[in-house]
């Protein structure tokens, strides 16, 4: 069964880090586009972070750049997101993604609460 779980998120104050991972199930990573997504209360779904399927290009939403950093993990089976400098508006539920290309993603993660207070 092809499955992506994510994990780490957490009750955080403004300012903190978290690292947020997705791990793959039933299948691995290589050759795959991988994204973070974020939807917070009474908002649209945003993309947060993309990884190109060779892992070399990576993109970031305005609002986290130079924040956040997307990785992959050398078991080619998890990705990460380190997000630094945290402030109240990330606070979301965390999505990650995987499919065959940017906006092509086809396998989703059941999602990961974060949320950002003193």
């Known amino acids: 069964q092809v499955q992506f779980v994510e994990s780490g998120g957490a009750l955080v104050q403004p300012g903190g880090s978290l690292r947020l991972s997705c791990a793959a199930s039933?299948?691995?990573?290589?050759?795959?586009?991988i994204g973070w997504f974020r939807r917070a209360p009474g908002k649209e779904r945003e993309a947060v972070s993309c990884?190109?399927?060779?892992?070399?290009?990576?993109t970031y939403a305005n609002s986290v750049k130079g924040r956040f950093t997307i990785s992959r993990g050398n078991d080619k089976k998890t990705v990460y997101l380190q997000m630094n400098s945290l402030n109240p508006e990330d606070t979301a539920v965390y999505y990650c993604?995987?499919?065959?290309?940017?906006?092509?993603?086809?396998?989703w993660g059941q999602g990961t609460q974060v949320t950002v207070s003193s």
């Open positions: 990884i190109s399927t060779s892992g070399e290009t990576e």
């Open positions: 993604a995987a499919g065959p290309g940017y906006g092509q993603y086809t396998v």
């Open positions: 039933g299948f691995i990573l290589d050759g795959y586009a």
